[in-house]
Every structure is written in C-alpha cells, then in structure tokens.
C-alpha cells in the first residue's frame, strides 16, 4: 500500500486500514507518543491511564543525538521541547562540608536536550487530546481475552469494551505485560537500587548540587523544585501510589546522612509529589502477544541511564509507523517493529545507572568522580552514549500519514 499526504481526510475504519481501534494502557511518555502517530496515521486511540490525572512529577528527562531530534521534528514538537528545555546546568558533586570535589557537566546530565518529565508529557497529552484521542484516567486493564477479531478487555471500573490491538505503556512494572505474559517476575530484574523524585520548596541554593555517602545519593538545588535520591537496598515491598509510605522509606533509607541531608528530608516530610522506583532490567524475549504489544518502559526497562524517554519516543514512532505501512496487520507489524527495535533497546537491557550515581564504597565515589576531572574519560563516554541513542535506521513513514 502507498499512500500519500492527500488521503488526510479519510475517517478510521473506511480507509482501508485493519484493526483501527487502539487500546493503550499508560498515559505518560510512551502511550501518548503512540497515541499521536496512530491518529495521524488514521488508527483511533483510547489511552486508559491507573493515575486519577496526569502525572506530572518527575525531574528532567533527556534526548540525545540524530535520531531522538529527527523523531521530535517529525512529530511537529521539537521547537515545543526547545521552549520548554531545562538542560545545560552543570551540577557540583561536593562532600559533607558542601566544598566542591567535582562538577559532571550539563551535557552529561542532560543530553543534548532536557525538558521536564511532566513538561513532555503533558504537550503529549495536550496534542492528541486537541486531535480527539479518548483517554480514561483513574481507570485499569483486570483481563484480556483474545477473539478471532479483536481483544475484549475488562476494565476496574468501566464497563467491558473490544479493541482491535492493546498496548502496553504502563511503565516497568507492566500491568498488560502481566496479563498477556505473565507475572513481573519472570521478566523483571532488580538491580540493587532505587530511586526518587520528589518536588520539594525551592531553597536548595541556585547551583544543582549533589552529595554521595556509600551507596547514598542526594541532590537538589537550581532551578527545579526537586530532590533526586539513589540507594542501594534489598528488595521493597510497598505501594507506587501511596505518597506517605515512599516517604518514610526515603527517610529512613537518608537517615544521618551529612551534608544538609536532614534539612531536604524536612522538605520531603511536606512534599505531595513524590516518586520512588526501583532501577532493573526487562528481560523479555519477545515485545508481542498475539494482538498485544509492549512499548516504552514496560518493553525495554529502566535503568535510568538517561535513555528511557528517547528509547520509548523512537519505538512509539517505529510501532505506529509499521502498523500504518502494513495496513494495520498487527502480525507483519509487530515482527517488523521488534526487528527494528531489538537492537536499539539494548542500552536498557544491559545498563545499571546505580553504581555510577550511588557507589557502594568510598573508594568507588572517588573513581566516578575522578572521571569528571579526566577530559579524554569524559569525552569518550559522551562518544559511547551518543552511539547507542543513534543506533538505529529510521524509515520515513510521514508519505503514510492520513490526518
Ligand atoms: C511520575 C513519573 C516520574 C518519572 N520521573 C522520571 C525522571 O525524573 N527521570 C527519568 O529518567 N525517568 C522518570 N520516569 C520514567 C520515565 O518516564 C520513563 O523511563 C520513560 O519516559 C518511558 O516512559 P513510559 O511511558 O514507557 O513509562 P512510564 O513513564 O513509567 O509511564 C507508565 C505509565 O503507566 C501508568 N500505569 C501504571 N500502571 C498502570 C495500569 N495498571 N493501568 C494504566 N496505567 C498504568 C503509570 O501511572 C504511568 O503514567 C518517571 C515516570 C513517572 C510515571
């Protein structure tokens, strides 16, 4: 099938096109992304989202390289992000008495493109809002049966709908992955850390600054209102969506940390927004179920090495892309885009950012920082992240767009 920029007006469902109506679990990064290309391709969207609202916490997240820009231009968001951007702020790495030992510098920290997580999310959100994607916030996926010609899905608290093709971009703890595949624990692997966001009062000074015991990391300050934490610890058990009980297990996990650590977990005891998650790796041999489909998080994992965001943007671009060129046959789709994307994803794979921001030793803290001071370390680690963030050949699927 060809089609070309003048099909634009053609309604979902008399173009041609199968399995048109689109399920996607997760309104944060992923979802959205998805949920924009496959309205402009002619496919309907209805993105069902556990959060009462859209989620707006979060610090920066980055893009780096060709191949992230060219998918934000192709999306018609890029100056968008530019208007929003955050990034280029070096951070200071100091020690208990706040005296500088080290600064990581902004291209390190931010890619070549920083913008907030909540920023992204919400001009997702707003633009295939404006385009009529349907979205259901405060609502969940409880089972999926598939038919010959469709899923029927059950929902907590809407009644039973059909979709054609459903879509996991509810992050790493899946809750379509558990359905389609099978529980977290045969896919997901706790790497030894976690981490938190949490959106404290400003006051932190005007410079990022940011403070390692072993296998503790706090940082806030400059211009957002946010703490970022990183620790070691054995596995936790507790509620994503309860604010209290991630609380008290930062402040137990910073307890008599120095620096002004008691002062930022004064500011968290007050904080609403708080975010903690643990850092592993998605270990799944295949991103397709029958007619359901993984994506973002939720495929690739999070081992927050900065790639997270730039990896579910391209794979949203690539999954919708390839259902529109092949006429929507989820079977031909769905092999291409994990083809396509196999590879690509590998840097989620294979990562682990919690050693590097939260070393377990004195002498580990020491090494990272002493990377920061050695220019020719420095710039061949710029080198490697580029390479990985553009390792990918990207089709051109614009000639396909419908709307
Ligand atoms: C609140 C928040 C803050 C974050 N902050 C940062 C950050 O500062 N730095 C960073 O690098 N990464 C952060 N991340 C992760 C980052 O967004 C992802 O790594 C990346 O953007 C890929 O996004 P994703 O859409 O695949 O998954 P995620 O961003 O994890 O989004 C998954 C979405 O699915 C929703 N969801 C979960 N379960 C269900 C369910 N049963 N039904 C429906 N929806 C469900 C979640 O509420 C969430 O909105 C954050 C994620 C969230 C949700």
New binding site residues.
């Given amino acids: 099938m060809n089609l070309t920029n003048s099909d634009t007006n053609l309604p979902a469902g008399t173009n041609g096109m199968r399995n048109t109506r689109v399920l996607i679990?997760?309104?944060?990064?992923?979802?959205p992304a998805l949920a924009y290309w496959l309205d402009r391709y002619g496919f309907a969207a209805t993105v069902?989202?556990?959060?009462p609202a859209l989620?707006l916490?979060?610090?920066a997240?980055d893009f780096k390289g060709e191949v992230h820009l060219t998918v934000l231009e192709r999306m018609g968001i890029l100056e968008d992000v530019r208007r929003l951007q955050t990034g280029g702020t070096d951070q200071e790495i100091v020690d208990w008495n706040g005296r500088r030992l080290a600064v990581m510098p902004g291209e390190f920290t931010g890619g070549e493109l920083e913008i907030r997580?909540g920023d992204l999310s919400r001009l997702l959100y707003e633009r295939t809002r404006a385009a009529g994607c349907e979205y259901v916030f405060g609502d969940?996926?409880t089972s999926l049966t598939e038919t010959a010609d469709g899923v029927h899905v059950t929902f907590e608290r809407g009644a039973p709908r059909t979709f054609d093709l459903v879509v996991g971009?509810?992050?790493?703890?899946s809750?379509v992955r558990r359905l389609a595949f099978g529980p977290e624990s045969d896919f997901v692997r706790f790497l030894g850390y976690y981490y938190a966001?949490v959106g404290i009062r400003p006051g932190f000074g005007k410079v990022p600054t940011m403070y390692n015991e072993p296998g503790r990391l706090v940082s806030t300050g400059g211009p957002a209102a946010a703490a970022f934490f990183a620790f070691a610890s054995p596995h936790l058990d507790y509620d994503r969506y309860d604010a209290e009980a991630m609380k008290r297990i930062l402040l137990d996990a910073f307890a008599g940390m120095a620096w002004r650590t008691s002062e930022i977990m004064e500011a968290v005891r007050e904080a609403d927004d708080v975010?903690l998650d643990s850092i592993s790796q998605v270990r799944i041999d295949r991103y397709s179920e029958g007619r359901v489909v993984l994506l973002?998080?939720?495929a690739y994992g999070?081992t927050?090495g900065g790639f997270?965001?730039g990896l579910?943007m391209v794979g949203a671009y690539v999954l919708a892309g390839e259902l529109a060129e092949a006429g929507g046959d989820h079977r031909v789709a769905f092999r291409r885009y994990e083809e396509a994307f196999r590879d690509y994803a590998k840097i989620a794979k294979n990562g682990n950012a919690g050693p590097f921001l939260a070393p377990r030793t004195r002498r580990g803290i020491k090494a990272r920082n002493l990377m920061f001071k050695l220019g020719p370390l420095f710039s061949l680690m710029m080198k490697m992240t580029d390479r990985f963030a553009t390792n990918i050949t990207l089709k051109d699927y614009r000639p396909l767009v419908r709307r």
């Fill in positions: 679990s997760g309104a944060s990064v992923a979802g069902v989202e556990k959060a989620r916490g979060g610090q997240v997580r969940s996926v971009a509810d992050g790493i703890h809750n966001l975010y973002g998080d939720s999070n927050l997270g965001t579910a």
